[in-house]
C-alpha cells in the first residue's frame, strides 16, 4: 500500500488507483450483459484520466522529479513555441496491461489488483517536454512500445525516444525522489 499524504484537493494515490480497478471491474462485470456498465471505450476515457491525474499527483507531493526539458525543447521553450508533455510509456499501453493482463491475472480480485496499479503507475511516471519534431519523430509510437517492450515490466521506459534519435540527457534526471 502507498503511504497517503494529506491531500487538500482531488483523489488520493490510493483513491486513485481503487477507481481505476472499479472502472475496470465495473465495465468487465457488465460485458456479458450487453455492456450494461459501459463499453470498453467509456472504461479506456476513465482510466485515462485517472492514470494521468496519478502522475500529475506524484509530481504534486514530490514523489517524481517535474517532467524535464529535452535539448531541443528548452531551445522551443525560449522561442515561445508550443511544447508536447510526453509520457515514457504511452498511457495506452499502461490501460492495456491493467485491462488486459493485470485484471485478467489477479481474477478480478480488487484486494490483488489495488497494489499492481499502484506498482506499474510507479514504474511508468516519467515525463518530458519534447519539441513538435522530436513529437513527430515518435510517430508510429504514440499508443505502443517498439517490439521486443510491449509488455510490463518494462526493462527501459525511454526505449521509444532512444529509437526516435531523441536524447536522454535531461531524462535521466526523472528518477524517483
Do not use: F
Amino acid at each position: 500500500m502507498v503511504p497517503q499524504l494529506k491531500s487538500r484537493r482531488g483523489l488520493t494515490l490510493n483513491g486513485i488507483a481503487c477507481q481505476i480497478v472499479n472502472a475496470i471491474l465495473l465495465w468487465e462485470r457488465g460485458v456479458p450483459d450487453n455492456h450494461k456498465y459501459g463499453t470498453r471505450n467509456d472504461c479506456h476515457l476513465v482510466i485515462n484520466r485517472l492514470i494521468r491525474e496519478y502522475h500529475d499527483r506524484l509530481e504534486v507531493e514530490r514523489r517524481i522529479a517535474p517532467a524535464q526539458y529535452t535539448p531541443k525543447a528548452l531551445a522551443a521553450k525560449a522561442r515561445k513555441e508550443r511544447l508536447v508533455k510526453e509520457h515514457a510509456v504511452p498511457v495506452a499501453c499502461i490501460m492495456r496491461e491493467l485491462i488486459d493482463r493485470q485484471c485478467k491475472a489477479a481474477n478480478g480480485d480488487m484486494d490483488a489488483l489495488v497494489p499492481k496499479v499502484h506498482e506499474i503507475l510507479l514504474s511508468t511516471a516519467r515525463r518530458t517536454y519534447i519539441a513538435q519534431e522530436e513529437n513527430q519523430a515518435l510517430r508510429g509510437y504514440e499508443d505502443r512500445m517498439p517490439e521486443g517492450h510491449e509488455v510490463y515490466p518494462w526493462q527501459n521506459i525511454w526505449i521509444r525516444h532512444e529509437q526516435a534519435g531523441i536524447p536522454l540527457v535531461h531524462l535521466q534526471a526523472t528518477a524517483p525522489i
